[in-house]
């Protein structure tokens, strides 16, 4: 299995801010171990490796997270929560895994 | 018949094109396991359409927060007497309900935001429920909310909620319909509704969450409007810093 990280560079060159924050988990938890290659999608670029992978399996968020594995279709997940759960297969916690997809997702509270 | 994945970008184009009728037909026609989201406000307008075209084929879920108005409880008994439907009436996880109200107390949306509560209270139950299912239809319209509903596509491939290794494929049938359209279908058909929208509540989820509103108001701010407030003075501040 290679697990890659895509990163976004905002236009005014500043990391996005849950970027930032998905970064600090994976380091504060040791996971970024686990993580083979970070690529980064520069929004200057759109020829940026990031950004042309966004492009290729039509991400419209970052970050993101493309797993491949031997003789299997690739699998982009946007949830930083469910990745670890469903890919990692470690242990979240539930109200961390549901805010994060309602700060993902704000027109669910509408629901 | 049963797909597993779906084109969902090159179906977003071709359906964005076709009636809210045309796009539940083809969403019933291509999945079994199903399900419509109701709300218990105006988009009942889905149950009546998916009952007109597959009657035996409508499967509808609510999301009970525990903190819904009376006549939407009430309202959404009507509804399921008035098709004959099940409606899977879905809960959130007592525990952790528990753990919100012990710590915060009953309103910590008014202090907090809502999202914590929201995120308990309804994505919670709503990620079990769709754990079940290979589709679901919602009511999610563009013009509920500039901020938030503005790009919903016509279909999307939901994987905030999709299991493990499967795809989970997301309907928005009436993406392209306005509220006036809404209405109107309401009216010339005959469709009953929830007796709050008679008073003023164009938007209607939890109570103490759910405001009438006035003339010229958006619907939008019917919901969480004491957080749109704090946003706006937060872009006052911002001004004077820049200055």
């Not at chain 1, 020829?47 to 419209?60: H, P």
């Not at chain 1, 982009?76 to 997702?105: A, G, S």
């Not at chain 2, 919602?138 to 939901?158: F, H, L, M, N, Y």
Request: glycine residues 4%; hydrophobic residues 35%; negative net charge.
């Amino acid at each position: 299995m290679k697990i890659t990280l895509v990163k976004k560079i905002k236009l005014d060159g500043s990391l996005c801010k849950k970027c930032e924050e998905v970064q600090q988990k994976l380091e504060a938890t040791g996971q970024i171990d686990l993580i083979d290659e970070v690529l980064i999608a520069d929004e200057r670029d759109p020829s940026s490796q990031g950004m042309e992978l966004a492009s290729l399996f039509n991400v419209d968020r970052a970050p993101f997270f493309l797993v491949e594995r031997e003789g299997e279709a690739p699998e982009i997940h946007t949830i930083y929560f469910k990745f670890v759960k469903d890919v990692l297969n470690q242990k979240t916690r539930e109200e961390d895994d549901l805010k994060e997809i309602l700060n993902d997702n704000p027109d669910l509270d509408f629901l | 018949m049963s797909e597993n994945h779906l084109p969902t970008v090159d179906l977003d184009q071709k359906l964005s094109e076709q009636t809210p009728q045309e796009i539940l037909a083809y969403a019933l026609e291509q999945f079994d396991n199903i399900a419509i989201s109701f709300s218990g406000a105006e988009d009942v307008v889905l149950i009546d359409m998916a009952y007109k075209i597959a009657p035996k084929k409508v499967q509808a879920f609510s999301l009970d927060t525990g903190r819904l108005h009376s006549e939407t409880y009430r309202y959404i008994e009507k509804v399921r007497e008035h098709y004959n439907i099940t409606i899977d009436v879905v809960f959130p996880e007592s525990e952790a309900v528990n753990n919100l109200v012990r710590e915060k107390g009953l309103f910590s949306f008014y202090k907090d935001d809502h999202k914590e509560c929201c995120s308990i209270r309804k994505i919670g139950p709503l990620r079990r429920k769709l754990l079940t299912v290979d589709a679901w239809i919602t009511g999610q319209r563009r013009d509920q909310s500039p901020g938030t509903r503005a790009a919903i596509p016509v279909i999307q491939d939901d994987k905030a909620f999709a299991r493990p290794g499967a795809s989970l494929t997301k309907f928005n049938p009436l993406a392209n319909w306005s509220s006036d359209q809404v209405w109107a279908y309401i009216r010339s058909n005959n469709v009953p509704y929830n007796e709050l929208h008679d008073r003023g509540f164009v938007s209607i989820g939890c109570e103490p969450c759910t405001r009438a509103t006035g003339p010229n108001q958006h619907e939008r701010e019917g919901r969480w409007w004491w957080e749109e407030a704090t946003l706006k003075e937060c872009g006052l501040h911002d001004v004077n810093i820049k200055k």
